[in-house]
């Protein structure tokens, strides 16, 4: 058995199609398809159910597959231990952030290429579902995701969401110091639509003021919600993280909501692998040391400051 015929499976497994498979490793059709029968007849087990096309593995498959992730992902964990022993880190870190973190992994991502010049960060922009499914496959080294789950993953907490109502500054709420979640649902609001993990949070704290939200413009991106603000139309309510990325547009106001003063936690969180790789130790390093709450919660603060003169 050959790591290139693992990666083949894998692969395969991903992509769910020969072609697509062979085209991502790098090789003709055929070669990979005689790779992977030259690991059945050498394990002596069927691997892939074939048909027509591609019908997905066999049970023994399965296993393999899992046993394929686990073993690729060693060897990565090999190498970049081997380089930490040389010249210094290389190789590519797999940080996986769903989308309301995504303005804030800088303060995370910068200062470790800064550290590990030769080591490369790839960021995926992934729900935190599917984030757990790519820990526990080895497709992800790490990633920032909510931590109000029972997960048994490791975590490194690194702030709490704060939600504040980004509304006009002629608005009917932007007079005030502070509004309620009731208030703010009166509005006519732009908000993430209810496949985000982020929308389904502040609908609950909407039904804990005994409102309901029914935002007029859904988005599944920030930067869709955002694209609609500075017509001056419509109001939104943001995750203080946000404003790292965009600010507040011009002719708009940050109001603090009543509630609860921190919302669910964000943070790190690492897969099975024990210890973690050197590139996973060393991200996490950085982000004891990065400060990143404090960083967001100042932040938050020049902005409610230069609304209160």
């Known amino acids: ?49 074939r048909g027509r096309r591609y019908e997905g593995l066999t049970p ?13 992902a060693e060897q990565d964990a090999l190498r970049q231990e ?22 804030a992994s800088f303060l995370l991502t910068t200062p470790f290429c800064e550290r590990h010049p030769r080591a490369r960060v790839s960021i995926e922009s992934l729900s935190s579902v599917d984030i757990l499914h790519g ?43 502070t509004a309620t979640w009731s208030q703010a649902a009166t509005l006519p609001l732009c908000l993430l639509n209810s496949r985000m993990r982020n929308r389904r949070i502040i609908d609950e704290c909407f039904a804990a003021d005994g409102a309901t939200a029914a935002p007029a413009i859904e988005s599944d991106t920030v930067a869709g919600l955002y694209a609609h603000l500075p017509s001056g139309r419509w109001s939104s309510v943001i995750s203080h993280a946000w404003l790292h990325m965009f600010g507040v547009p011009e002719g708009m106001r940050v109001v603090p909501l009543e509630g609860p003063a921190h919302g669910p936690r964000v943070g790190l969180v690492t897969g099975p692998h ?36």
Do not use: K, N
């Open 1 to 49: 058995m050959q790591l290139r015929q693992l990666e083949y499976l894998v692969a395969l497994a991903r992509e769910r199609h020969f072609v697509r498979a062979a085209a991502a490793c790098y090789v003709s059709q055929p070669s990979l398809s005689a790779a992977i029968r030259r690991l059945e007849h050498e394990l002596g087990v069927p691997i892939v159910r």
């Open 60 to 72: 023994e498959g399965e296993v393999l597959l899992a046993w394929a992730h686990r073993i690729l």
């Open 82 to 103: 081997l380089s930490a022993l040389g010249d210094g880190l290389t190789g590519t870190l797999r940080l996986g952030v769903v989308p309301t973190a995504l303005p």
């Open 135 to 177: 820990l526990a496959e080895f497709e992800l080294d790490v990633a920032m995701t909510y931590l109000d789950d029972d997960s048994a993953l490791r975590r490194l907490p690194l702030y709490e969401e704060r939600y504040m109502l980004l509304t006009p500054i002629d608005g009917p709420r932007a007079d005030v110091g």
């Open 274 to 309: 024990d210890p973690p790789s050197v590139l996973t130790a060393a991200l996490l390093t950085v982000a004891r040391e990065a400060g990143v709450r404090e960083a967001l919660d100042d932040l938050l603060r020049t902005y409610l400051r230069g609304h209160d003169h």
